[in-house]
Each structure stands twice: as C-alpha cells, then as structure tokens.
C-alpha cells in the first residue's frame, strides 16, 4: 500500500526459513526440557534437535526445501509479477505470474499463477503452464493464494502464505544455509 515498502518488496528475496501452519509428530514431550548432567567444566550444551521438513507451495505445486535446495522469490513492482524458483536435486522448479493488492488486507499481494517450469539436470525442460490454465478453469479463477508481508525492512522480510506457513527471506543469497 506504502509505495516506499513496495520499493523495499521490489527484487530477489531468499528464503532463509519456513515453518509449516502445523508441524506434524510432534508429542508433549517432544519439547519439554531434559535434565542433562554438567559440571562446571564443560562448555558444551546436550540439546535435542527439531528436524521439520521445510516446503515452499505455489499454485498447488508444492516443492521440497529441506536439502541442499535455495529458493528465491522475486517481485517485479512495475509488471505486477512475482516469482518463485527452487534449486532441486533434479533441477530447477520455476512457477509466477501476476499479483495484485488485496482490497482488504493493505500488505496482502494476491497471486495468480499462470506460468510453471521444470528445468532437469540433465537438459531437459517441462514447461507445465498449463496445469495453471487447467486449474484455473476449474476453479473458476487464475488466484490461487496471497501472501502477507508483515515485516520488512531492507535486508528482511518476514510474511505468512493463504496455507498459514511462515518465511522469512532476506537479500543475501550467501546468507542461505541448505
């Protein structure tokens, strides 16, 4: 709504972190604190580690993120086009299409996926824009989702998905730990 946040939103932003809107076997006591012995020598904390399976969804197709993968997200402001597009061990998976301002939520960007690609290794290429088409026709709309900043700043930006996952992106695509 802001047009100095939408020139902050303009660009490539890598995903650093996603959760889930559930986060699946989890027990209560999967985080509840352990009594570990220490002494006052050593230096090293016992903790046990969550280990959730990480995921980026665009229009229904819905891609891995929790190994060796980068994904970026890109806006392109001026044409109303957003981006998403994963490094695989396969290949590189590229979906976008247009957005538009949500009438009712000011910092929502409403997406309307149209194009898709699969790009494998091994040279081949998969364009599947047309399962977009498909859906839309089915769906009686090209929207598919939003997505809601609700944070950002010039090297961060934190938002939610329609599916109610969390991200957090920044400019930094070193910054990315797969």
């Known amino acids: 709504s802001d047009p100095e946040e939408a020139k902050i939103l303009d ?11 559930e986060i699946d076997a989890v027990t209560d006591t999967d985080d509840k604190w352990v ?8 230096s090293r904390i016992e903790t046990r580690q969550f280990n959730a399976r990480g ?21 392109d402001i ?21 957005f538009r301002q949500s ?11 149209d194009f898709g690609k699969i790009e494998t290794k091994l040279g081949v290429a998969l364009d599947i824009s047309g399962l977009f088409a498909i859906r839309a026709l089915l769906k009686g709309s090209k ?7 609700t944070y950002i700043s010039e090297n961060l930006r934190i938002g939610r998905g329609n599916k109610g996952s969390l991200f957090v992106l920044t400019r930094d695509r070193d910054a990315v730990t797969p």
Do not use: H, M
């Open 55 to 75: 995921s980026v969804s665009a229009g229904g197709i819905r891609v891995d993120t929790s190994g060796n993968s980068v994904a970026k997200q890109s806006f």
């Open 103 to 113: 009438s009712t939520v000011p910092l929502r960007a409403i997406a309307a996926v």
């Open 143 to 149: 929207e598919s989702g939003w997505l809601e900043t």
């Open 11 to 21: 660009g490539d932003w890598y995903l650093q972190y996603t959760q889930p809107s």
């Open 78 to 98: 001026s044409k109303s086009r957003v981006q998403n597009e994963v490094e695989t061990g396969i290949g590189r998976v590229t979906v976008g299409g247009s």
């Open 35 to 42: 009594v570990v012995e220490a002494s006052e020598g050593e």
